[in-house]
Structure formats: structure tokens, C-alpha cells
């Protein structure tokens, strides 16, 4: 079978027609065992893209995901891997299936692949992971460690610095004979590790071509990048939109995909030409990016009971509770702004917006507004504690002068 191509077909016939020992990474997305279809239409043409997920039984889709895994096995080099990825509905049948066809000893990894959700009002624990299993062929498995930032909050100071043992086994810092600490090595980071937070594509990144589960290509290009170089083949026998296959081309990797479905070939084909990636400014900038309140605006809005509402120009958190049904919106006085200029700022947040209650908290003492007639506005004013308190001290002092 010849790579950088995807195939139409089950991937249970279509793997027999690749030779043994050739392969170095097989992906695999198959049906979660959802016992539904699965179906999108795209944003632009209108086009329905589906695929089933009903089974006769779990015996039935355990027998799919097994003869699979035997074909996988059988093409993968003795240094290739396979990754599974499927979700809480049947990972533990899947790993007990993985078990069996690659051995226990072959395990590598569970990753937790976790992304953020909107919530939803179903009762329980809001579902916001899927697992990925990693299994070798063999113990001689190609890997490429990388390594990651420290946490926050890990003193790196310490970390910097050399460490022994005692005589009784206590692990304690290495000093010189001048009692002076001895420093190490430079540190690579932190060993990529087991749980991936990588943003689940939404709904208007251009990445997205309308086909239901599609994947990001940053996952996939994590898992390729950690067990293959330039060159190296990789296969997804499940391939729908393609995903895969565009994470390996963009990185140089030979790639086959397969998929019973007729138009997922098409759209994988389509893609492959046009190759659209999303970057993720949310992990180019890291997750804290997004994140522009102070600690003094956050603990301004933890006093009034009020959450942060972040990258808005006009309104800077809500109530937690609200007045009548209805949200109520707070903006807190910046060191730049006039009063006028923040009542002003929240009255254009909030237009079209029948609120019943707008707050913005003053934090300085009013110079005199340059504005030629004044405001029209309800919204109300409360003062910060550190204003109630520059002002009575100025009152203090007034009053002690005269
Ligand atoms: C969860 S989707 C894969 C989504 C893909 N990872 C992506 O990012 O677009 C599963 C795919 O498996 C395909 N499929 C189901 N049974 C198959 C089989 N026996 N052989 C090959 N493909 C199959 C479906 O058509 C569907 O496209």
C-alpha cells in the first residue's frame, strides 16, 4: 500500500494490505460505543457529514477494536506504538482489549486529554476529558522525551540546588567544605507528562471543517512528535476528516489513512491540499494569558461578591447573585479613568440590556469631569474601601486644621 494517501475501505481489510513491520505509529479514533449517529452540518455548504456508532452489542464493537489492534500490532515495527483514543464509555473494556492483544507489560501510558467546557445542566460531574492509551510493541520503543515549564508555584531556588544523602538516608542540600551550597546543573523542566490540556476546536476555528468528533491537530501532533521523527510512517485506521494524516504531512511524517465512509475520505483528501492548522493562542501564551484582572480588582470584586469577567472593556465582573432575574453587571474605575469615563464604558456594554442594576466602583477621589453637560445614566456608584478611607482621613485632617 502506498503511503501519503488515504484509503476508502474497513480498516480491518485495508491494514492486511500493508506489509508487517513497517509502520512506527498507528492513532486510532474509532466510534466511542455511543450507540448513536453521529452528524454535523458545515458552517458554509450546508453539508451533513455522519457516521454511526450503534453496535448490535459491546461484545460486537470490542470484536471491531480487537481485530484492529491484532492488525495494528502485526504492521507496527518493534519500535512503533499505538495510541487509542476513546472516552469513559468504554475505556476500561478498551484497555482491558489493549491488555490482551499488546500485553500488560507493554502499557505505557493513560493520557488524559482535558479540555474546558460550557457547562451543562445534566446532573453529575461535568465530563470534560477522554483518555488516549499508549501501548509499545515491544520494551525498545522509539521515544523523544520532552520537558515542560515548572509549575507556579515550585520553588525553583531549591530545585537549583545539588542534594545528598545522609548516613541515615535523609535526602538533605550538598554543601562544599566552606559550607557553602552547591548548585546543579541546569534543569531541562518537567518530563512532558500524562495529562494533555489542549482546547477542544471551537465551533468557528478555521481548522474546523464540520465533521462530527474531529480532533485538533495539536493532539495529534503531540502524540507524533513524542514517538516519531521526520520521515517515520504513521497510520490511522479511522482517519474521518483526515486530522491525523494533516498532523503528520505538516511534520514531515509519511502517513496513510483509512475510512469506510466515502465523503470523510473526500474531506480527508480536501484537507490534505489546503492544510488549514489553528494555532492555539490560548497555549502559545499560556493559560493564564486570558487571565488580565489584578489581584487588587479581584479582591475589589471577591468584596462585593461578584466574579471576574475577563477581556471585556466595559464590564470587569457580575454579581454572583442576581436582582430580579436579571445579571448585574460591575466596572471598576481604572487609575485613568474619570468617573463619567467608567459610568460611560458600561453603559455601551450594556446596551440592548434591560439590567436592573448597573454598579461601577469608584476607586478615586473625582477631579473635576472635563465633560460639557453630564450623564445620563442609573448607574450606581459605590465606593472602594481605600477611597471611604483617603477621604476620611482627609476629613480628619481638615477638621484638625480648623
Ligand atoms: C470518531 S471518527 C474519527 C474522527 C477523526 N479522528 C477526525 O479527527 O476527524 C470515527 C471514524 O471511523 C470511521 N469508521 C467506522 N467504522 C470503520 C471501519 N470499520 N473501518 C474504517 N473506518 C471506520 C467512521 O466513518 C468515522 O469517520
Same mark, same amino acid.
Given at each position: 500500500?502506498?503511503?501519503?494517501?488515504?484509503?476508502?475501505?474497513?480498516?480491518?481489510?485495508?491494514?492486511?494490505?500493508?506489509?508487517? $513491520?513497517?509502520?512506527?505509529?498507528?492513532?486510532?479514533?474509532?466510534?466511542?460505543?455511543?450507540?448513536?449517529?453521529?452528524?454535523?452540518? %458545515?458552517?458554509?455548504?450546508?453539508?451533513?457529514?455522519?457516521?454511526?456508532?450503534?453496535?448490535?452489542?459491546?461484545? $460486537?464493537?470490542?470484536?471491531?477494536?480487537?481485530?484492529?489492534?491484532?492488525?495494528?500490532?502485526?504492521?507496527?515495527?518493534?519500535?512503533?506504538?499505538?495510541?487509542?483514543?476513546?472516552?469513559?464509555?468504554?475505556?476500561?473494556?478498551?484497555?482491558? /482489549?489493549?491488555?490482551?492483544?499488546?500485553?500488560?507489560?507493554?502499557?505505557?501510558?493513560?493520557?488524559?486529554?482535558?479540555?474546558?467546557?460550557?457547562?451543562?445542566?445534566?446532573?453529575?460531574?461535568?465530563?470534560?476529558?477522554?483518555?488516549?492509551?499508549?501501548?509499545?510493541? %515491544?520494551?525498545?520503543?522509539?521515544?523523544?522525551?520532552?520537558? /515542560?515549564?515548572?509549575?507556579?508555584?515550585?520553588?525553583?531556588?531549591?530545585?537549583?540546588?545539588?542534594?545528598?544523602?545522609?548516613?541515615n538516608g535523609k535526602s538533605v542540600?550538598?554543601?562544599?567544605?566552606?559550607?557553602?551550597?552547591?548548585?546543579?546543573?541546569?534543569?531541562?523542566?518537567?518530563?512532558?507528562?500524562?495529562?494533555?490540556?489542549?482546547?477542544?476546536?471551537?465551533?468557528?476555528?478555521?481548522?474546523?471543517?464540520?465533521?462530527?468528533?474531529?480532533?485538533?491537530?495539536?493532539?495529534?501532533?503531540?502524540?507524533?512528535?513524542?514517538?516519531?521523527?521526520?520521515?517515520?510512517?504513521?497510520?490511522?485506521?479511522?482517519?474521518?476528516?483526515? /486530522?491525523?494524516?494533516?498532523?503528520?504531512?505538516?511534520?514531515?511524517?509519511?502517513?496513510?489513512?483509512?475510512?469506510?465512509? $466515502?465523503?470523510?475520505?473526500?474531506?480527508?483528501?480536501?484537507?490534505?491540499?489546503?492544510?488549514?492548522?489553528?494555532?492555539?493562542?490560548?497555549?502559545?501564551?499560556?493559560?493564564?494569558?486570558?487571565?488580565?484582572?489584578?489581584?487588587?480588582?479581584?479582591?475589589?470584586?471577591?468584596?462585593?461578591?461578584?466574579?471576574?469577567?475577563?477581556?471585556?472593556?466595559?464590564?470587569?465582573?457580575?454579581?454572583?447573585?442576581?436582582?430580579?432575574?436579571?445579571?448585574?453587571?460591575?466596572?471598576?474605575?481604572?487609575?485613568?479613568?474619570?468617573?463619567?469615563?467608567?459610568?460611560?464604558?458600561?453603559?455601551?456594554?450594556?446596551?440592548?440590556?434591560?439590567?436592573?442594576?448597573?454598579?461601577?466602583?469608584? %476607586?478615586?477621589?473625582?477631579?473635576?469631569?472635563?465633560?460639557?453637560?453630564?450623564?445620563?445614566?442609573?448607574?450606581?456608584?459605590?465606593?472602594?474601601?481605600?477611597?471611604?478611607?483617603?477621604?476620611?482621613?482627609?476629613?480628619?485632617?481638615l477638621s484638625q486644621k480648623s
Amino acid at each position: 500500500m502506498k503511503p501519503n494517501k488515504i484509503y476508502k475501505g474497513n480498516c480491518i481489510e485495508k491494514l492486511k494490505e500493508i506489509e508487517s $513491520d513497517t509502520v512506527d505509529l498507528v492513532y486510532f479514533d474509532p466510534p466511542f460505543f455511543t450507540q448513536k449517529k453521529h452528524s454535523l452540518v %458545515t458552517r458554509n455548504e450546508g453539508k451533513k457529514y455522519e457516521f454511526s456508532d450503534n453496535w448490535e452489542s459491546l461484545e $460486537d464493537y470490542l470484536t471491531l477494536i480487537e481485530s484492529c489492534l491484532i492488525e495494528c500490532k502485526r504492521v507496527l515495527k518493534s519500535t512503533g506504538s499505538v495510541f487509542l483514543h476513546c472516552d469513559k464509555i468504554a475505556s476500561h473494556y478498551i484497555r482491558v /482489549t489493549l491488555d490482551k492483544v499488546f500485553g500488560m507489560k507493554n502499557f505505557r501510558s493513560e493520557i488524559i486529554w482535558s479540555y474546558k467546557r460550557w457547562s451543562n445542566s445534566k446532573k453529575g460531574l461535568l465530563n470534560s476529558h477522554q483518555n488516549i492509551y499508549f501501548y509499545s510493541k %515491544t520494551k525498545d520503543f522509539k521515544f523523544n522525551q520532552y520537558y /515542560t515549564d515548572y509549575a507556579p508555584t515550585t520553588n525553583i531556588d531549591q530545585i537549583l540546588q545539588d542534594r545528598e544523602k545522609t548516613s541515615n538516608g535523609k535526602s538533605v542540600y550538598k554543601t562544599d567544605k566552606n559550607g557553602n551550597v552547591v548548585l546543579g546543573k541546569a534543569k531541562k523542566g518537567v518530563p512532558l507528562s500524562d495529562i494533555w490540556q489542549i482546547p477542544y476546536l471551537n465551533p468557528k476555528a478555521k481548522e474546523r471543517v464540520g465533521y462530527p468528533t474531529q480532533k485538533p491537530v495539536l493532539l495529534l501532533k503531540q502524540i507524533i512528535k513524542i514517538v516519531t521523527d521526520e520521515q517515520d510512517l504513521v497510520i490511522d485506521p479511522f482517519c474521518g476528516s483526515g /486530522t491525523t494524516c494533516v498532523a503528520a504531512k505538516s511534520m514531515n511524517r509519511n502517513f496513510i489513512g483509512i475510512d469506510i465512509s $466515502d465523503d470523510a475520505v473526500k474531506l480527508a483528501d480536501k484537507r490534505l491540499e489546503e492544510m488549514i492548522i489553528t494555532d492555539s493562542a490560548l497555549l502559545n501564551k499560556g493559560l493564564d494569558s486570558y487571565l488580565e484582572k489584578s489581584d487588587y480588582e479581584i479582591a475589589l470584586l471577591n468584596s462585593i461578591n461578584a466574579i471576574a469577567v475577563q477581556r471585556n472593556i466595559g464590564i470587569d465582573g457580575f454579581l454572583k447573585n442576581h436582582l430580579n432575574n436579571k445579571p448585574v453587571p460591575v466596572k471598576i474605575q481604572s487609575k485613568h479613568e474619570t468617573l463619567d469615563d467608567a459610568i460611560e464604558k458600561l453603559e455601551k456594554a450594556c446596551k440592548r440590556k434591560k439590567y436592573n442594576l448597573k454598579i461601577v466602583i469608584q %476607586t478615586k477621589k473625582e477631579e473635576n469631569s472635563n465633560r460639557l453637560f453630564s450623564l445620563n445614566s442609573d448607574v450606581q456608584i459605590i465606593k472602594s474601601e481605600k477611597l471611604k478611607i483617603e477621604e476620611l482621613k482627609e476629613k480628619i485632617i481638615l477638621s484638625q486644621k480648623s
